[in-house]
């Protein structure tokens, strides 16, 4: 018998996650990470992540966020660290565009409550945003920021607490499934062996899947962080919501309230512009006291992007043993506690209960 039932790759958000939920469940399990826990070389750091239940990407997306809220608030209790913050959220733009219809048709499709409003009364509510006569927003009160460092380092906890073997600073070189229907790990440290593999690890994922028709792009996205011209207290997370703006023709950027030093975090969703003069230029007629304030920090990340930006999850196409993950696009980390959970499954019993077909990796094949 191998020494391991599941060896996990990568313990960054969803990795960390399937460590956890494996090891809760009586699994022997290795995690194997190239640097260090909550490292910013990837894609599940810069201090804050969005979290949203009426999801405008699609309304399969919201039983998923149900379960990902509810795993969040366990991990919480479990560990005793704060990994959310609720502020409510803005989804804001022209009617029709698919940040505002989208929300409110996972909204009307799952029973959420809302509100829409219009553009004096965004105003009104949230003085920093000054938007057109003619933009509206959508609003929930669910949404809020995730910490990723912090829920990272808590499902490590959870995953250590439980057995868990956590190698950090050790780089995956290669794996394959041996003539007994084990799968072989190769690292820069050693070689181990498991019944069992999953593979999360992020913008890596291209070489480490060997999935050919997998079509994943990794683009570099980078984080802003602002010092409000007169201050921060109309930024205050009391007072201040999430929010995404879509100002049409592919662009769209998103925030956060201040955080406990005065600084508002901002940044392109998805955009090929990327630079400081183009954040402000897009900030400019919508939070201008934010475009005039003093940068104060940028962060790089890295987005996995597929081409129908939906995520991959789902066992190997061609190995069972193998269980694959790329919750990417960009949108992916408010879903990992789910995810983990979801891994865990797969790597068990080969199957989940939770809706993920959206996310098959074989989607892309040529039919």
Known sequence: MPPFDTIVVGLGGMGSAAAAHLASRGQRVLGVEQFQAAHDRG?????????????????????LLRRAYELWR?????????????????????????VVSGSLRSAREHGL?????????????????????????????????????EAIRAHL??????????????????WRVTATGTV?????????????????????????????ELPLVVEPQVLYWLEPSGGAAAYAADRFPIYIWDLGDGVQFYGFPADQDGRVKVAFFRSLQKDEAAIRVALAPCLPSLAAGRLVE??????????????????????????????????????ASVVGEILADLAIDGATHHPIDLFSPTRFRPR
């Open 43 to 63: 894609s599940s750091h810069g201090k804050s992540r969005v979290i949203r239940l009426a999801y405008f990407e699609h309304p399969a997306y919201v039983p």
């Open 74 to 98: 366990r991990l919480e209790t479990d560990t005793g660290r704060r990994l959310l913050q609720i502020t409510g959220g803005l989804m804001i733009g022209a009617p029709d565009c698919d």
């Open 113 to 149: 409550a809302h509100e829409l409003l219009d553009a004096a009364e965004i105003h009104r509510r949230f003085p920093p945003f000054t938007p057109r006569q003619e933009t509206v927003a959508f609003y929930e009160s669910e949404a809020g920021s995730l910490f990723p460092e």
């Open 157 to 174: 906890d959870v995953a250590a607490a439980h057995g868990a073997h956590l190698h950090f600073d050790e780089r995956v070189e290669g």
């Open 184 to 212: 072989e790990v190769t690292t820069s440290h050693s070689q181990y062996e498991a019944g069992r593999l999953v593979l999360a690890p992020g913008s890596w994922a291209s070489a480490l899947f060997k999935v050919d």
């Open 298 to 335: 940028t962060v790089s990340c890295k987005y996995t992007l597929t081409p129908d930006h939906h995520f991959v999850i789902g066992s190997h196409p061609d190995h069972e043993q193998v269980v694959i993950a790329s919750p990417c696009s960009g949108h992916g980390y408010k879903f």
